[in-house]
């Protein structure tokens, strides 16, 4: 199988340094340009984006909300598949990324782990045979809250059981520790988290290779259309 060709935007994020150490000895992915704030030698800075001249599959996007429209019309312009991972998209943002999702294959899960896939399955289950389901979320002191996972739970509960999630979030950690809880059922990411949460966004770009426009694809979907599991 050929290597998916990424242009990773905000490589210079915790996720696309770890994933450009990653992708430099992987089989099956190629970040073959990187886009950062900043000029450096080697990258390309967004101003440029419209110049490329770089052959890629895919857009893989770790950056900021304040580029978010012009990612999306880039890869729509290029008839791309975008991978998009930037937190705080406004509801318009969201409606215009849903939009888009009909015309171009994009993957906007809010969770991006296979193990926390698990965790989320498992919540969801709890949910139809209890009627009050309490996340409790604690994070890294700088993590925005509530986070794209909490609220992926939150949906697919609705979604699936018709129940509501409360959701209290707290951020106490210094160190990099993001943990989810309801009940009984835990998980728990630190240390190494970008570097997994960075190699599990290079197995969805394999994922995403072929797919056609479908509406937004998330890691459940994704999972069942491959026929794949939490070993992949």
């Known amino acids: 199988m050929d290597k998916v060709k990424i242009l990773w935007i905000g490589i210079s994020g915790r996720t696309g340094v770890q994933a450009e150490k990653l992708s430099s000895g992987s089989l099956d992915t190629e970040i073959v340009a990187g886009i950062r ?15 490329l001249d770089i052959d890629f599959d895919m857009i893989i996007d770790f950056s900021h909300t304040d580029i978010f429209d012009r990612v999306l019309d880039f890869a729509l312009k290029h008839n791309k598949t975008l991978i998009s991972g930037t937190s705080g998209l406004s509801d318009n943002q969201l409606e215009k990324l849903e939009r888009a999702s009909h015309k171009i294959p994009i993957f906007r899960g809010g969770n991006f782990r296979f193990e926390i896939e698990n965790f989320i399955d498992s919540v969801v289950e709890y949910a139809k045979t209890h009627d009050e389901i309490n996340l409790i979320e604690t994070h890294y002191k700088t993590k925005k809250v509530p986070s794209e996972t909490a609220k992926v739970i939150a949906k697919r509960v609705y979604e699936e059981t018709g129940k509501t999630v409360s959701i209290e979030s707290r951020l106490e950690y210094d160190d990099y520790i993001n943990d989810w809880r309801v009940e009984d059922l835990h998980a728990r990411i630190e240390k190494n988290g970008f570097e997994t949460l960075a190699r599990d966004v290079l197995k969805i770009a394999v994922l995403m290779k072929n797919k056609k426009p479908n509406g937004l694809y998330s890691l459940k979907s994704i999972l069942v259309d491959c026929g794949k599991n939490d070993n992949l």
């Open 37 to 51: 704030r900043e000029k450096q030698s080697g990258y390309y800075t967004i101003d440029e984006l419209d110049s």
